[in-house]
């Protein structure tokens, strides 16, 4: 079976982290021809560094680092350390990685990488803002059609936002950006905080990660152990959401989740409800929609994939 290629665009970040973690473990179905970071979580020294990081923790230099957009294009940078803590990577001991980035920006690399290769070849999972993606459709038009599937961790409907009352992080950190890729991209597959907040770090989910004794296994657990600690001192649940994971694992096993086409679009202009998305079902015409929202989950399934994956890696 040929191998998809794949880019992911990230701001590391814990659950970007084991995102890339779920991904380096899938070379057979992925090749992984680059990893693109952009200020988010944290700023995007940070995220650059922070995909060096665990690129070196999976055994995966091969996997070129690009940095990214260092701010959003229009709004001030919005971090959010306190659910990542101020590396980004929660308690986990930083390091400098022994590999530098790869020489170029990310945008450049985005454009280059998908224009070369056929069209519809190329897949790209976006666990961040989307500032680079915006950035590399104003260098090139074309990269929209020319894009393969993209996957996308962002946006909420039924649930609220978890960053204001009506926005997500990663569309309110850079709204403007996740509408000029709404307007572009056709087909974009959404995982929204209502696909996300279905599947829990868990007790025994946790345990089972923890029991692999492979590095990545070992760190991801660390990951996953802060998140919960957040969740319970900040947001007063149990089990953290496993939010940018979810991104690969639709890509390895979308059957797993469920979508439903809709025509989304992004809060740009209100100071009150900046980033939130507007997820609109009643279509007239099938041409209307522009995203597939995925709006369930078997998420024991998403964590059983991931463990399989983890011990492999």
């Given at each position: 079976?040929?191998r ?10 814990v659950?970007?982290a ?26 995007a020294?940070l995220t650059?560094r922070n ?11 091969d ?6 957009c260092?701010?959003?294009l229009?709004?001030?940078p919005?971090?959010a ?8 990577l929660g ?13 170029g ?8 990488a998908?224009?070369?290769r ?8 976006v ?6 993606l915006a950035?590399?459709?104003a260098?090139e038009?074309?990269?929209a059609?020319h894009?393969?599937?993209v ?6 409907r039924?649930?609220?936002?978890n960053?204001t ?11 403007h ?37 492979r ?10 152990v802060?998140a ?8 007063g649940?149990?089990a953290?959401?496993?939010h ?18 809709c025509?989304?679009?992004v809060?740009?202009a ?5 980033g ?5 079902f009643r ?10 929202w ?8 998403v964590?059983?994939l ?6 492999r890696?």
């Amino acid at each position: 079976m040929s191998r998809t290629p794949l880019i992911i665009d990230c701001d590391p970040g814990v659950d970007d982290a084991v995102a890339l973690f779920l991904a380096f473990a899938a070379p057979d179905v992925f090749d992984l021809i680059g990893i693109t970071t952009v200020a988010g979580n944290v700023n995007a020294e940070l995220t650059a560094r922070n995909a060096r990081i665990l690129r070196q923790i999976a055994g995966r230099e091969d996997v070129p680092v690009y940095a990214g957009c260092q701010r959003p294009l229009v709004r001030r940078p919005v971090e959010a350390d306190a659910f990542h803590g101020a590396s980004g990577l929660g308690d986990m001991a930083v390091f400098e990685p022994a590999a530098p980035a790869a020489a170029g920006h990310a945008v450049d690399f985005l454009v280059q990488a998908v224009m070369s290769r056929p069209a519809g070849s190329v897949a790209l999972a976006v666990t961040g803002p989307m500032t680079n993606l915006a950035a590399a459709l104003a260098l090139e038009p074309r990269l929209a059609s020319h894009l393969g599937q993209v996957v996308a961790m962002g946006g909420a409907r039924s649930e609220g936002g978890n960053i204001t009352a009506s926005a997500e992080y990663n569309i309110y950190a850079d709204p403007h950006a996740a509408q000029v890729v709404f307007e572009a991209c056709r087909d974009v597959v959404v995982l929204g905080l209502d696909a996300t907040h279905q599947v829990r770090a868990t007790d025994d989910r946790l345990a089972a990660i923890a029991a692999i004794p492979r590095p990545a296994a070992k760190a991801a657990a660390e990951l996953l152990v802060f998140a919960n600690r957040v969740e319970r001192e900040l947001v007063g649940g149990t089990a953290s959401p496993l939010h940018d994971p979810c991104t690969i694992a639709y890509l390895l096993a979308p059957q797993l989740f469920t979508t439903r086409p809709c025509r989304l679009s992004v809060e740009t202009a209100s100071p009150l409800t900046l980033g939130h998305t507007a997820v609109e079902f009643r279509l007239k015409s099938p041409d209307e929609a522009n995203a597939l929202w995925v709006s369930a989950v078997d998420a024991q399934g998403v964590f059983d994939l991931l463990t399989e994956r983890l011990a492999r890696l």
